[in-house]
C-alpha cells in the first residue's frame, strides 16, 4: 500500500505558502510515497514536483484543484488544466478525457467551496484534516458509503508543515497512472490526523495577505 497525500498547495496556489522543495522534502520526512499539488487553477508547480520527485524518494502525481462553476474539484493525474468556471459535471467529464480522476475534496463545507452530493466523479475526500469538529468529514463518509464511491484523504496542506497530516493509502503500482488506476477501482483507504490549531492558526496567517487582495480587486477590479 502506498501512502499518499494527493491534496497539497504550493505557492502556487493564492493562498499557499510551500515551494517545491519544502513540499517534497515535508513528503519525505512524513513517510509519504506519493505527493500530489493541486493547485488552485495553476498546474507549474505541480507538474515540477511530478518531475522531481523521484529525487526525493517519492512519486509525483500532478494534478490541480479546479473551480468549477458549482465549488472546486480535484483533478488527479492530469497534465493539462481542464477549463475553470464549467459545470461541475462537464468539469469531471474533462479530467476523465484527460486521463485523471476527478475527486470531490471537502463536499459538504460551502465556505470552503464544497460541491456538495456529487454521484458522478471518481472518489470523494471523506477526511480533510482542516477540521474543526469533524462534522463535514463524517457527512462526506456516509455519503461516499451510500453511493458506493472511492474514499479518499488529503491534508489540504498550505503550509509545507502539514503535508501528510492525512493521506490515502493506495493499493495500487508505485506510479502516477497506477495511482489514479488505484483511486478510479476503489482501492483506497483513508488515514488522518487534525491539524493543530497552531498550524492552523499559522496557515492562516499566511492567507491573509491573499485574501485582503482579493477582496479588494472585487471592489476596484484593476
Given at each position: 500500500?502506498?501512502?499518499?497525500?494527493?491534496?497539497?498547495?504550493?505557492?502556487?496556489?493564492?493562498?499557499?505558502?510551500?515551494?517545491?522543495?519544502?513540499?517534497?522534502?515535508?513528503?519525505?520526512?512524513?513517510?509519504?510515497?506519493?505527493?500530489?499539488?493541486?493547485?488552485?487553477d495553476?498546474?507549474?508547480?505541480?507538474?515540477?514536483?511530478?518531475?522531481?520527485?523521484?529525487?526525493?524518494?517519492?512519486?509525483?502525481?500532478p494534478?490541480?484543484?479546479?473551480?468549477?462553476?458549482?465549488?472546486?474539484?480535484?483533478?488527479?493525474?492530469?497534465?493539462?488544466?481542464?477549463?475553470?468556471?464549467?459545470?461541475v459535471?462537464?468539469?469531471?467529464?474533462?479530467?476523465?478525457?484527460?486521463?485523471?480522476?476527478?475527486?470531490?475534496?471537502?463536499?459538504?463545507?460551502?465556505?470552503?467551496?464544497?460541491?456538495?452530493?456529487?454521484?458522478?466523479c471518481?472518489?470523494?475526500?471523506?477526511?480533510?484534516?482542516?477540521?474543526?469538529?469533524?462534522?463535514?468529514?463524517?457527512?462526506?463518509?456516509?455519503?461516499?458509503?451510500?453511493?458506493?464511491?472511492p474514499?479518499?484523504?488529503?491534508?489540504?496542506?498550505?503550509?509545507?508543515?502539514?503535508v501528510?497530516?492525512?493521506?490515502?493509502?493506495?493499493?495500487?503500482?508505485?506510479?502516477?497512472?497506477?495511482?489514479?488506476?488505484?483511486?478510479k477501482?476503489?482501492?483506497?483507504?483513508?488515514?488522518?490526523?487534525?491539524t493543530?490549531?497552531?498550524?492552523?492558526?499559522?496557515?492562516?496567517?499566511?492567507?491573509?495577505?491573499?485574501?485582503?487582495?482579493?477582496?479588494?480587486?472585487?471592489?476596484?477590479?484593476?
Amino acid at each position: 500500500m502506498l501512502k499518499a497525500d494527493l491534496h497539497v498547495h504550493s505557492v502556487g496556489s493564492h493562498d499557499g505558502t510551500a515551494t517545491v522543495d519544502e513540499i517534497l522534502n515535508a513528503a519525505a520526512d512524513a513517510g509519504l510515497d506519493a505527493v500530489a499539488v493541486t493547485d488552485h487553477d495553476e498546474i507549474e508547480q505541480s507538474l515540477e514536483v511530478a518531475e522531481r520527485a523521484s529525487e526525493y524518494g517519492l512519486v509525483g502525481v500532478p494534478g490541480v484543484e479546479v473551480s468549477t462553476a458549482d465549488g472546486h474539484l480535484l483533478a488527479i493525474g492530469v497534465e493539462e488544466l481542464p477549463q475553470a468556471g464549467e459545470p461541475v459535471a462537464d468539469t469531471v467529464e474533462r479530467v476523465r478525457e484527460l486521463g485523471g480522476a476527478a475527486v470531490v475534496p471537502h463536499p459538504f463545507q460551502r465556505l470552503r467551496h464544497g460541491v456538495g452530493a456529487v454521484h458522478d466523479c471518481d472518489g470523494i475526500e471523506v477526511y480533510n484534516s482542516r477540521l474543526l469538529t469533524g462534522i463535514a468529514n463524517r457527512r462526506a463518509r456516509r455519503f461516499a458509503r451510500r453511493n458506493d464511491l472511492p474514499e479518499l484523504a488529503g491534508s489540504d496542506a498550505h503550509i509545507a508543515e502539514m503535508v501528510g497530516r492525512a493521506y490515502t493509502l493506495v493499493d495500487g503500482e508505485a506510479s502516477a497512472e497506477g495511482i489514479v488506476d488505484a483511486v478510479k477501482d476503489g482501492r483506497t483507504e483513508t488515514r488522518g490526523r487534525r491539524t493543530p490549531l497552531t498550524l492552523s492558526l499559522r496557515q492562516f496567517a499566511a492567507r491573509a495577505p491573499g485574501r485582503v487582495r482579493n477582496a479588494l480587486l472585487s471592489f476596484f477590479p484593476f
